[in-house]
């Protein structure tokens, strides 16, 4: 997803005006630091849209920041596009799992009073 490594580790704080500009920074360590904790934010039944919300914070901020068609920025575009097609994934298996099976019964049942 990130090969070049941009979005591995926090941005320094001695980057100038990211962290004005910035106002919730996102990486992918402190992704991997929120699967680890006990208590953690991707649990329960709306775990999987935060953590996808996390990476599209990692998107949003880097285009925000860096100016468009720079190799960072380009980076962003290419892990949205990733991003996009695992919640696309994510939701036909969802869909595939929760289906309710429509089809009619065989069998009949005999209400009596």
């Not at 065989?106 to 009596?112: A, F």
Request: with cysteine; glycine share 4%.
């Amino acid at each position: 997803m990130d090969e070049l490594n941009y979005f591995a580790q926090p941005v320094p704080r001695n980057t100038v005006g990211y962290h004005e500009i910035i106002a919730d920074p996102m990486d992918f360590a402190t992704i991997k630091k929120n699967i680890t904790k006990a208590h953690q934010p991707y649990s329960g039944p709306c775990g999987l849209q935060a953590f996808f919300a996390d990476i599209q914070l990692i998107v949003d901020n880097c285009q925000m920041f860096n100016v468009e068609g720079s190799d960072v920025y380009e980076s962003a575009t290419a892990l949205e596009s990733q991003l996009n097609a695992m919640k696309q994934a994510a939701t036909q298996r969802w869909l595939a799992e929760t289906a309710v099976d429509s089809s009619p019964t065989s069998s009949t049942t005999t209400l009596t009073a």
